[in-house]
């Protein structure tokens, strides 16, 4: 980083000789070079020597004003023996340098028409200026580094006339100006591209062949604009291939005469107004840049606006300030003396135009706070990112855990699916050909007859039972796996560090397995009662038959006095036997046929099939009940005797009603008195029996939406399920318990519920996952 707090703006003085006119008048010497950096304005006059009696005598003109005898220092002060070649030698050879290691440079000439500020700017044929001069070094230059680095070089000539800007090279304008981040801009001014030093001086006299001219008293070539000719530079490193552009720019103001000096009439003198307005701006800025203000009135005229960045900007600015040392322009020399001086004043900031340096300390303090601040708060948005991606790895593995889980269980219920379905088939199967060879034997035994196709019927059932049975024990290896598998997966499970969401998680699947297990049972034993019920009518409406046969034939022996004593005993033992409790059919036909006996006693046969009916679904409801806690297909019992024992499982009382859970420790049940040993394991058991049904989803997603487990969160959730559960019931509008009551009882507390008697038929217990999941959230 290179840069320097110097004095960017170097004034130089130039004082021309006397011109013609000049020569021809009766004037004087007002500017008197002392050195090479002071010169005197008006100086006192050079006397004639005078003696009297042979002493000096000093000579007064009481008439004249008194000289100023002003010192000034400037960088430089070029008298009138200086050439342009001097003038570039000294002050724009080093600024060719500083272009070309980036820095923008501005060189303008300022003074009174006449004053010798074009003769210094462009000169002649003969005594080229400083424009061509610093051109052709800069061309030599760029020629001599072009192996290190790449020039692209274009240029702009503009002229400012009557405040309007025009395009010098095309003569095109007025063209607008507007402020951008890199500054002041002229709209619509494109770049002349320039391949050599011959090519730029011809645009340069192109330029100036299409400047703005007029003849006035004080020039017979007065340059009425300000001319600006602008040399834009980008230098690419052929190493690095860093990047940087600069501008050199060559100003060639207007006279700043005073207008009653070149006695300007009518366009003249508008032009002078506004030569005079445009370089009053241009006195403005330079004053308040001196006195180190912080607002700088650039906007005043175009021609501010376009030096902005030569005058206070990041600019090494070189001010020519031409001069005549004639009398005759005494005011105009003052003026530009004056406006030389308080430019010498101006200091500024220099920067190169890539990085920045020898900024004020307050600078770096602010700069190292800002970026404090913002490593502070990268250094927190990296700490939430890393945590929202640790959630997110959690979130992964505990998915990733789940569909392991999944599809385990899935494998298991698939087996266990078919092992109670195969075993289901042989139960039923075995009864019906139980049911066939009783059939048979007594239609053998009353009417000495075989029923037609029974024998190859009965093989066929034996047939397809033997065809499961040799099934069975292949699904039952498979079986074996499939829970090794699963016991596996639960002790990797246990090593796991998301042991305790997944144990609930299993503990939910272990319930739909359950579950699962108990709808297989419960078709099977839909299916069985349904054929035992069709058997018992069958054999009913048989029995009706066969005695009213035997009533006619008793009554015709009676009669005919035919009555033998076997038959009479016959009749006697059949009477005996028809009665409600004794029958050899199973307990299921027993209760329904009993219920028909009760219900045909009333005389009304269309209720009595209705009341049959209703007595099997009944049967059917309370042996599913039942099947929930005994598990008839579960058991190896698969012998043609067992194969409707497992119907002799009594009911029980119409009064219990029980909540679905095969769990014994964590079945809610009416009276809880059940221990626990920890709290929140309890809990989290609990609330996996409440939301069992069909509602992995919903366990799931409450899983993952909840890492970590908090018991009194836990507490709420079982609450919240348990009432809900508590009011479906008793009754839909009747709280029997408060949550805490009920949070209690959870927790292996006494609180025993007082209910009453149900009287209707119990409901189907359902527990309201709905209503729970809205009072856990
Ligand atoms: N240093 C000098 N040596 C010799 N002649 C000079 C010098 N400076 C100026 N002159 C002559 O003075 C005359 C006026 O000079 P010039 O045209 O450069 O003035 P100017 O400041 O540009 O005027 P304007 O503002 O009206 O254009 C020219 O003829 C020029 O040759």
């Keep these: 980083m290179t840069g320097e707090k110097t004095t960017n703006i170097k004034v130089a003085v130039r004082v021309r000789p006397y011109n013609e006119r000049e020569m021809e008048q009766n004037q004087r010497c007002i500017v008197k070079v002392m050195d090479k950096s002071t010169l005197l304005f008006d100086p006192d006059e050079e006397d004639d020597e005078f003696f009297f009696q042979g002493t000096k005598q000093h000579y007064r003109d009481i008439t004249k004003r008194m000289n100023k005898k002003l010192s000034m220092d400037f960088d430089r002060v070029f008298d009138i023996h200086n050439t342009n070649e001097d003038l570039f030698e000294e002050c724009?050879?080093?600024?060719?340098?500083?272009?070309?290691?980036?820095?923008?440079?501005?060189v303008f000439v300022y003074g009174a028409t006449g004053a010798g500020k074009t003769f210094t700017m462009l000169g002649s044929d003969v005594y080229p200026g400083l424009t061509f001069l610093t051109m052709r070094d800069l061309f030599e230059k760029i020629q001599s580094q072009q192996e290190l680095r790449k020039f692209d070089v274009g240029c702009t000539y503009l002229e400012v006339y009557n405040e309007q800007v025009m395009n010098l090279l095309t003569k095109s304008g007025p063209l607008k100006l507007r402020e951008d981040s890199n500054g002041v801009v002229v709209s619509g001014l494109a770049l002349t591209p320039i391949y050599s030093a011959d090519e730029l001086l011809r645009m340069l006299a192109l330029g100036n062949s299409q400047r703005t001219q007029h003849p006035t008293d004080a020039n017979a070539e007065s340059s009425r604009s300000h001319a600006i000719f602008q040399v834009h530079i980008r230098i690419t490193d052929r190493k690095t291939d860093t990047k940087r552009t600069v501008k050199l720019s060559m100003i060639?103001?207007?006279?700043?005469?005073?207008?009653?000096?070149?006695?300007?009439?009518?366009?003249?003198?508008?032009?002078?107004?506004?030569?005079?307005?445009?370089?009053?701006?241009?006195?403005?800025?330079?004053?308040?840049?001196?006195?180190?203000?912080?607002?700088?009135?650039?906007?005043?005229?175009?021609?501010?606006?376009?030096?902005?960045?030569?005058?206070?900007?990041?600019?090494?600015?070189?001010?020519?300030?031409?001069?005549?040392?004639?009398?005759?322009?005494?005011?105009?020399?003052?003026?530009?003396l004056k406006y030389a001086s308080r430019a010498k004043k101006i200091r500024s900031t220099l920067k190169q135009n890539i990085l920045k340096s020898k900024l004020p300390t307050e600078f770096y303090v602010k700069k190292i706070d800002e970026a404090m601040a913002e490593n502070a708060r990268l250094q927190e948005r990296l700490k939430i990112l890393e945590s929202a991606s640790n959630t997110s790895t959690t979130m992964d593995e505990l998915?990733?855990?789940?569909?392991?889980?999944d599809n385990t269980y899935s494998a298991v219920e698939q087996i266990q699916t078919q092992v109670i379905g195969l075993r289901s088939r042989i139960k039923t199967l075995n009864y019906r050909q139980l049911v066939e060879k009783e059939f048979e034997q007594l239609r053998k035994n009353v009417f000495q007859e075989n029923i037609p196709r029974i024998t190859d019927y009965i093989s066929n059932l034996n047939t397809q039972i033997e065809k499961y049975k040799d099934e069975l024990p292949v699904w039952r290896g498979k079986q074996e796996v499939a829970y090794r598998e699963l016991e596996k997966l639960k002790h990797q499970i246990k090593e796991s560090k998301h042991n305790q969401i997944l144990y609930c998680y299993l503990r939910t699947k272990d319930r739909e397995l359950e579950l699962l297990k108990k709808n297989v049972n419960g078709s099977h034993y839909a299916a069985m009662s349904q054929d035992l019920a069709d058997n018992s009518i069958l054999l009913r409406e048989s029995l009706m038959l066969g005695c009213e046969v035997l009533q006619q034939y008793y009554e015709h022996c009676e009669k005919s006095e035919k009555l033998t004593p076997g038959l009479q005993e016959a009749y006697e033992r059949l009477r005996q036997k028809i009665r409600p409790k004794e029958t050899t059919l199973n307990v299921l036909a027993k209760d329904s046929f009993a219920n028909c006996k009760r219900v045909h006693s009333t005389g009304d046969d269309d209720d009595d099939q209705d009341e049959i009916k209703e007595s099997i679904k009944r049967s059917k409801y309370l042996l599913d009940e039942k099947g929930l806690q005994n598990d008839g297909l579960d058991t190896e019992s698969d012998s043609d005797q067992d194969a409707h024992k497992t119907f002799f499982k009594q009911p029980q009382s119409l009064n219990e009603t029980r909540v679905v859970s095969s769990h014994p420790v964590s079945a809610l049940n009416v009276t809880v008195t059940k221990p626990s040993n920890e709290a929140h394991q309890r809990i989290v058991d609990l609330l996996s029996d409440q939301n069992v049904r069909g509602n992995t989803e919903k366990i799931r997603k409450a899983l993952l939406r909840s890492n970590t487990f908090t018991t009194q969160g836990l507490q709420r959730s079982v609450a919240a399920a348990s009432v809900a559960k508590e009011n479906l019931k008793y009754s839909a509008n009747q709280v029997r318990k408060s949550p805490q009551a009920l949070i209690a009882k959870a927790l292996g507390g006494n609180a025993v519920l007082t209910r009453k008697p149900l009287t209707k038929e119990p409901p189907k217990v359902k527990i309201n996952r709905a209503a729970s999941f809205r009072l856990k959230k």
């Design 399 to 405: 998915k990733s855990w789940f569909i392991r889980i």
């Design 252 to 336: 060639d103001l207007a006279g700043s005469e005073r207008a009653a000096s070149t006695r300007g009439i009518g366009v003249r003198f508008k032009e002078g107004a506004s030569i005079n307005k445009s370089l009053l701006a241009l006195g403005n800025c330079i004053n308040k840049l001196a006195d180190g203000l912080k607002h700088i009135p650039y906007r005043d005229s175009n021609l501010t606006r376009i030096l902005k960045d030569s005058l206070g900007g990041n600019c090494r600015t070189l001010m020519v300030a031409n001069v005549s040392m004639s009398s005759l322009t005494y005011e105009d020399t003052y003026n530009t």
């Design 92 to 106: 724009t050879a080093p600024l060719v340098d500083a272009v070309l290691n980036g820095y923008n440079c501005s």
